[in-house]
């Protein structure tokens, strides 16, 4: 058996210059790897990068056809107040001609393409600044203001009669696409809007038609003794003579017998009737 100092005596000490030398090559080694993993990594997010401007562009085409469905929307919308002297939320929720039927088809395929593109955009398959370009700002905001009151008639035509849109039935894709809108215009906020020279084509607040809706509850419990509702109409009536001054309510809203009128003949007659 060896004594223990021969391997002590046969111990051959570590040239510090191999040493040096070896650390140098794992350091160079680990380095490529980095390197190598860097380059890897720039390339998917140069290919990532490629899909989201291609699907944008494939958007964007289909957002070309879906034009064919606005501009029959609007068709819709111009023959029940030329034709039917009706606004055409309440034609809508009538749903008693063929029209109304197809609207509602047109409708559907409008959510669809929508719902579609915010499902992109959530799963970042879409460039990060997509939710701000003007493009998209504007054509979801011209979606909303066509589409959304049918939205509204479609609600309050099948929901229960407790059920409120605004907190019941509004659409992801509704809030989705006025929270774009809405960021946008804050960096818009210092240049000057011009005033309205006459009304909008379209009304700007997308859920007036709910506000209705929910007036006439409040006024029909108003009428059975809940006195808490006066202020809510009260508020709803300072709202809708903002809008009007303000231009920012279409003018089909005021047409004889739609929901609006009607509701406004019955809480103009209440006051008369209840005025000290």
Known sequence: MRHPLCCIREFQPVNPRNSDANQAAIADHGNGSIREDLGHALRRAGDTEKERKTNVHKLAIELGQKQCNMAELEWYKEVCEKKHYAAYYD?????????DIEANERRLKLAGFWDEIIEMWEKHELPSDFQSQNKWINAGNAYRRLVEPLDIAYFYRTADANKNYYSDGRHRRHKVLQRWLEDKEKTRSSRVQR???????????????????????????????????????????QYVTNMKNALRISSDVFLEGSSFMLWSESWEEYKRDHSP
């Open 91 to 99: 034609s809508f929720k009538n749903q008693n001609d063929k029209k």
């Open 195 to 237: 005033p309205r020279t006459k009304p909008a084509s379209l009304t700007e607040d997308t859920c007036f038609w709910a506000y209705v809706e929910e007036a006439w509850k409040d006024l029909e419990n108003l009428k059975e003794g809940q006195h808490q509702r006066l202020q809510s109409l009260e508020q709803f009536e």
